[in-house]
C-alpha cells in the first residue's frame, strides 16, 4: 500500500492517506505537495502528476489524537467510509447498536454506518433481537478519519471517478 503523509500547515505530520486522497487534497487546494515520488505519477482525463510522497496542508487543523475525538453522525459515516454495517451498501444513516429506547447511547463503540432500510428493519432491536449480525464492530476512529473530519473530506464517493478506477 502506498500511502501518502499529510503534514499539517506547521510542518507537524499528521497522519498517512492514500495516494488517492492525498491528489485529491492537492487538487482541492486544501494541500500542496512537499515531496513527490520519483517515479510513479497519478494520470487520468485532466491530470498528470508526480505521486505525491508528502503533502502539507494549506490551512492549520487541530486534530485530537490524545484525546477521544467527538462523537458525531457525521463523523460515524466517515470513520465507516458510508458502508452499512449489516450489508455493506452505501449507508446514510446512523445506527445505534444498543437502540436509545433500550439506554444505547451516541458513543464510537455504539454507533454504526447504516442504509435506511437496514435502519429501519432493525429498527428498536440490538443485532441479536433483530437476526442481523454487524459485519465489522464499531470502533474509535482513527487519526487519519479524525484528520478528513477536520478537512470536511467527508465522502469517498465524492473522489473523482478515474481516482476511484485507480485505488492503490
Ligand atoms: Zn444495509
Known amino acids: 500500500m502506498r500511502d501518502t503523509l499529510v503534514l499539517n500547515a506547521s510542518f507537524e505530520p ?3 492517506v492514500t495516494l488517492n486522497r492525498a491528489v485529491v487534497l492537492v487538487l ?3 494541500a500542496v505537495v512537499e515531496q513527490s515520488h520519483p517515479v510513479l505519477r497519478m494520470r487520468g482525463a485532466a491530470v498528470d502528476i508526480p505521486a505525491p510522497r508528502v503533502i502539507r496542508l494549506c490551512r492549520y487543523v487541530r486534530v485530537p489524537f490524545r484525546r477521544q475525538a467527538p462523537w458525531s453522525r457525521r463523523g460515524v459515516l466517515v ?7 449489516y450489508c455493506g451498501r452505501r449507508a446514510t444513516t446512523v ?6 429506547a433500550q439506554g ?9 454506518a447504516a442504509c435506511a432500510e437496514d435502519n429501519h428493519r432493525k429498527a428498536n432491536r440490538t443485532p441479536e433481537e433483530a437476526g442481523m449480525a454487524l ?7 482513527t487519526p487519519a478519519d479524525a484528520m ?5 473530506q467527508e ?5 473523482p471517478e478515474w481516482l476511484a478506477r485507480d485505488a492503490a
Open 104 to 112: 444505547g447511547q451516541d458513543t464510537w463503540l455504539n454507533t454504526v
Open 14 to 16: 499528521l497522519s498517512t
Open 79 to 85: 470513520r465507516d467510509r458510508h458502508r452499512c454495517a
Open 155 to 159: 465522502d469517498m464517493a465524492a473522489l
Open 135 to 141: 459485519l465489522r464492530e464499531p470502533f474509535e476512529p
Open 148 to 152: 478528513l473530519l477536520a478537512l470536511g
Open 95 to 100: 445506527d445505534h447498536v444498543l437502540p436509545r
Open 28 to 30: 482541492q487546494d486544501k
